[in-house]
Structures are given as C-alpha cells and as structure tokens.
C-alpha cells in the first residue's frame, strides 16, 4: 500500500514512519515539502504521490498563538483538509484533538459527542472534522508527547533544571499520549477498516500538575534530573492564557479498544518509556 503521510517532522508524523507496519510504501512530507496553505501544492503532491492512503498528521497547533493567527490556523487545520479531501479519492485519516470540546462534561467524551471549541485552535480543527467524508477515520487524541520533541515533558525537564521551583496548572483534567502509542494504534484502526470517528489516549487520568510531579519522579530515578524541586499546584485563573482550554477533556476510548482488541498502557509507563528514549537521546 502507497501511503502519504504529511507533517512528517512533528511528533505523530514521526511515530507514524516509525512504526509503519512491513508492506507499506511510505512517502513523508513536512512543510519544507509542501505548503499546506497552498491548495495548488497540496493537489500537486496528491496527484505526484498517487497514494492508496493519506495519513494527515499535520496540524498548526500553537493554540496561543492561533488566537491572533486564527486565518492561518484554519488554513492549515482546516482548508488543508478540504484540499487532501478533494484531490484524494481514496480513505483520508485525520488526527484530530480534544480542544473540539469545552471541557463540561461529567464524563470521558465520546466519539458522536457535540463539540464547543473555546478557542481558535479548537474552532479551526473542528473545522477541518467537518470536510471529512464517511469513508474517512477521523482519530482524536490529546496531549501528544514523545523524545525529542517539543512537548511539555521536555518543557518540564528543563525548568526543573532550571528553576528552584515550579508552578503548574492542576485544574485541566485529562490524559497524556504517547506518540509512538498514538502511531501504532492509527496503523492499527487502518488495518481494521475503520471509518468514521474513533479516540485514542493513554489509559489514567491526570492534571497538568500530576504529569509535572511524575515526571520529576521518573526522571530523578532515572537519572536525568540531579535534583527534585517543589511544583506547586495552582489554578488556570492563577496562569492566564490567550486561549481558553478545556478544564475536563478525557476521552472515552473504548470503541477503539473493542475494534483492536487489545488493553490500553497507563500514560505513566509510557512517560517512562519516553524518558528512557529521552536518556538514550541525550
């Protein structure tokens, strides 16, 4: 199978060509290889690629900054989308996000669940959803990380190396993924036929504050921190962002976990494991 994978430099653009199962024939573009602005470049690598398959992993998601840059957000999270949809006729698999909902639910949001973007970032990937066809996968994920990446596992190593003590957010519930996790289950709703919407996070719960304390916890033992300072909870009012996030954005992925067939890993063993690759990396 012929397979186009965009945003290849990002995190999931990377676990994707990683974990690729054998048979596949990967092309991987990032933005050095098409502007995803660009509705002409788009069709033109289409056309070039003449892929069975399109794994879309490219997203614009500095959610702060979309809140100025909202045109340029919707051009890539969700025109691009409208261009993959119209120059490709086969399945088209789009990564989405949590931030389509507004965090008031009282339980792990559902794949059919009604969304309310709070902000630009949430409204243009909700946006780029609804050009999708029922062919299509649609995957939503949430709080994506992986070594060597830009994520707040490696934010968070260097402040703690950094600072005599940090304070972080412990009011935003929701759930860390891994993104070579993320990638493997992808491959694996692809293999299964999957069409329509499907979730995918690491099993457990956690705020922003609990991810900072496991991970000074994980790295100290592993020896990347040589000191454990003190992270302090506060409220999201006490750190006040240009975007509004989600306070509750678990995701209920339980149909993803009966179509595969398989348990789900705890985001903390995971965290491990991308702090072992992480040490590994140096």
């Known amino acids: ?120 970032y949430g409204r243009t990937k909700a946006a780029g959803e609804d050009h999708l066809r029922d062919s299509d996968l649609l995957v939503r ?43 493997k289950v992808i491959w694996g709703l692809v293999d299964a036929g999957a069409q329509g919407t499907f979730h995918h996070s690491d099993a457990g719960v956690a705020s922003w504050y609990d991810f900072a304390v496991a991970i000074q916890e994980e790295a100290r033992a592993m020896g990347l921190l040589d000191r454990s300072v003190p992270i302090i909870p506060i409220a999201t009012a006490d750190y006040p962002t240009p975007a509004a996030r989600p306070a509750f954005s678990l995701l209920d992925c339980s149909a993803t976990r009966e179509l595969l067939g398989d348990g789900y890993t705890n985001w903390r063993t995971n965290l491990w494991h991308m702090l072992r690759a992480e040490k590994y990396l140096g």
Request: with cysteine; glycine share 6%; hydrophobic share 45%.
């Open 141 to 183: 994920t949430a709080w994506v990380y992986t070594a060597g990446g830009a994520n707040f596992v490696r934010t968070m190593l260097r402040l703690m190396a950094e600072k005599d003590e940090l304070r972080v957010v412990a009011d935003q519930i929701g759930t860390p993924t891994w993104a070579p996790g993320l990638a």
């Open 1 to 120: 199978m012929k397979v186009l994978i965009t945003g290849a430099a990002g995190q999931l653009g990377r676990g994707l060509i990683d974990t690729a199962p054998s048979g596949m024939t990967i092309r991987a573009v990032d933005r050095s290889d098409c502007d995803l602005t660009d509705t002409d470049a788009i069709t033109a690598l289409v056309r070039d690629a003449a892929p069975d398959l399109i794994i879309n992993a490219a997203a614009y998601t500095a959610v702060d900054q979309a809140e100025s840059d909202e045109e340029e957000a919707r051009a890539i999270n969700a025109d691009a989308v409208a261009a993959l949809v119209a120059a490709h006729e086969g399945r088209l698999v789009h990564v989405s996000t949590d931030f389509v909902f507004d965090g008031s639910s009282s339980r792990p949001y559902r794949p059919a669940d009604m969304r309310n973007p709070l902000s630009a």
